[in-house]
């Protein structure tokens, strides 16, 4: 018996593929529109979905239909001259005009572009993608119950044991605990990502909301927490969702109906960064008891928090499981260079670079200093005071 097809997804014709091979060779290339070109990475940037969406695309694996529409659009294409047209059928009209996809993706949008403008340096220089050097997560492994009977060498081993740390990459992060669900104590539900200052957990997070947008049906819901000055189900709608809405007062009784609906149907990812930056005295300790209530039963939620606090107050969320940040690598011949990839792509020229036999001037990459000019005065004859004798 064949399979039938997920009417969820769909796949391109051969004569579509050849298309949309067509329109990549032709179109010129972002970085440089003397040369033309796409790439699979430039198609993945331009329509919004992953790289391994493009691959599968281009694979002609079935996708989502909302996948097919990004690239078709970014492509320029009509999307019945690239599917089978027959196939490609108008879902029935959902029961909403809400496009809650756009709205969580828009939300997040707000605070990456606040990142980018802390990261902008002195040189006016606007930052189109923030700087991102994917790090390692680290799994840490519960500690045992403590046991009076060890002796004082064997507490101190055990003590090490206990603390001792399992590297795990961003990939396989992301493939194992996010897509897979596979994590020691929630399968994936309840994560923590912590590290030192400037480590970059915002940017863990907002990657994270971009991964859930591209390979999942989920939607990623971004909270800062220093914003957050009132319990979190009721921030969550009197707030996140009265904004998200575009409404002053409050949002519309059908934004709450759905958004609550979504809720408990657990199609919600809560990403809750800076549980360190909320200014109170004990935020793990407040937070514990809110993210138990029951509406939040279905729901995956990731927090970032420093590691100082996390380590102080962690026992609240001993539920959760913890993936520490990595310090940047200095490469060892199998691992990348992290330290050279974020210079680079900090001190990017402002120009772009010369081709063979070209001069030009150097790029000056230190800050620029305005200065004023200030004649000097004339010279003038003093008088003499000393008297000949």
Same mark, same amino acid.
């Given at each position: 018996?064949?399979?039938?097809?997920?009417?969820?997804?769909?796949?391109?014709?051969?004569?579509?593929?050849?298309?949309?091979?067509?329109?990549?060779?032709?179109?010129?290339?972002?970085?440089?529109?003397?040369?033309?070109?796409?790439?699979?990475?430039?198609?993945?940037?331009?329509?919004?979905?992953?790289?391994?969406?493009?691959?599968?695309?281009?694979?002609?694996?079935?996708?989502?239909?909302?996948?097919?529409?990004?690239?078709?659009?970014?492509?320029?294409?009509?999307?019945?001259?690239?599917?089978?047209?027959?196939?490609?059928?108008?879902?029935?009209?959902?029961?909403?005009?809400?496009?809650?996809?756009?709205?969580?993706?828009?939300?997040?949008?707000?605070?990456?572009?606040?990142?980018?403008?802390?990261?902008?340096?002195?040189?006016?220089?606007?930052?189109?993608?923030?700087?991102?050097?994917?790090?390692?997560?680290?799994?840490?492994?519960?500690?045992?119950?403590?046991?009076?009977?060890?002796?004082?060498?064997?507490?101190?081993?055990?003590?090490?044991?206990? +603390?001792?740390? $399992?590297? =795990?990459?961003?990939?396989?992060?992301? &493939?194992?605990?996010? @897509?897979? /669900?596979?994590?020691?104590? !929630?399968?994936?539900?309840?994560?923590?990502?912590?590290?030192?200052?400037?480590?970059?957990?915002?940017?863990?997070?907002?990657?994270?909301?971009?991964?859930?947008?591209?390979?999942?049906?989920?939607?990623?819901?971004?909270?800062?927490?220093?914003?957050?000055?009132?319990?979190?189900?009721?921030?969550?709608?009197?707030?996140?969702?009265?904004?998200?809405?575009?409404?002053?007062?409050?949002?519309?009784?059908?934004?709450?109906?759905?958004?609550?609906?979504?809720?408990? +149907?657990?199609? $919600?990812? =809560?990403?809750?960064?800076?549980?360190? &930056?909320?200014?109170? @005295?004990? /935020?793990?300790?407040?937070? !514990?008891?809110?993210?138990?209530?029951?509406?939040?039963?279905?729901?995956?939620?990731?927090?970032?928090?420093?590691?100082?606090?996390?380590?102080?107050?962690?026992?609240?969320?001993?539920?959760?499981?913890?993936?520490?940040?990595?310090?940047?690598?200095?490469?060892?011949?199998?691992?990348?260079?992290?330290?050279?990839?974020?210079?680079?792509?900090?001190?990017?020229?402002?120009?772009?670079?010369?081709?063979?036999?070209?001069?030009?001037?150097?790029?000056?990459?230190?800050?620029?200093?305005?200065?004023?000019?200030?004649?000097?005065?004339?010279?003038?004859?003093?008088?003499?005071?000393?008297?000949?004798?």
């Amino acid at each position: 018996m064949s399979k039938t097809p997920n009417s969820s997804t769909i796949g391109l014709t051969p004569e579509g593929l050849e298309k949309v091979r067509e329109r990549m060779a032709e179109l010129p290339k972002p970085e440089k529109p003397d040369k033309k070109g796409w790439t699979q990475e430039d198609l993945a940037k331009k329509s919004g979905v992953s790289i391994d969406t493009v691959k599968r695309f281009l694979g002609k694996t079935r996708i989502k239909r909302d996948f097919i529409t990004w690239i078709a659009k970014a492509l320029n294409l009509d999307i019945a001259e690239i599917v089978d047209r027959h196939e490609w059928s108008p879902p029935s009209p959902p029961a909403t005009q809400i496009d809650w996809r756009e709205t969580c993706r828009a939300a997040a949008q707000a605070k990456r572009q606040a990142a980018n403008t802390f990261f902008a340096n002195d040189l006016g220089r606007k930052i189109d993608n923030e700087i991102h050097v994917p790090l390692g997560l680290i799994e840490r492994q519960q500690k045992p119950q403590r046991r009076d009977d060890f002796s004082p060498q064997t507490g101190s081993q055990a003590y090490q044991e206990a +603390e001792k740390l $399992i590297p =795990l990459s961003y990939n396989e992060f992301c &493939e194992k605990v996010l @897509a897979n /669900s596979d994590s020691p104590k !929630s399968k994936g539900k309840r994560l923590a990502v912590i590290g030192e200052p400037g480590a970059g957990k915002t940017t863990q997070l907002l990657k994270i909301g971009d991964r859930i947008l591209a390979e999942t049906e989920y939607l990623p819901v971004w909270i800062s927490l220093a914003e957050v000055k009132k319990p979190l189900c009721q921030y969550l709608i009197e707030d996140w969702l009265r904004i998200a809405a575009g409404q002053l007062d409050a949002a519309p009784a059908e934004w709450v109906k759905e958004f609550n609906e979504l809720l408990s +149907e657990g199609k $919600i990812w =809560l990403l809750l960064d800076g549980a360190d &930056e909320m200014g109170i @005295a004990d /935020s793990l300790g407040t937070l !514990s008891p809110q993210l138990r209530e029951r509406v939040f039963d279905k729901v995956r939620i990731v927090i970032s928090c420093r590691l100082n606090i996390w380590e102080a107050t962690g026992n609240a969320l001993s539920d959760f499981d913890t993936y520490r940040m990595l310090d940047f690598s200095y490469g060892d011949g199998e691992n990348c260079d992290q330290v050279k990839l974020f210079i680079d792509q900090w001190f990017t020229p402002l120009n772009p670079p010369l081709e063979r036999g070209e001069t030009g001037p150097i790029p000056n990459l230190l800050p620029r200093v305005e200065t004023t000019s200030i004649p000097a005065p004339p010279l003038t004859k003093l008088p003499c005071t000393h008297k000949s004798k």
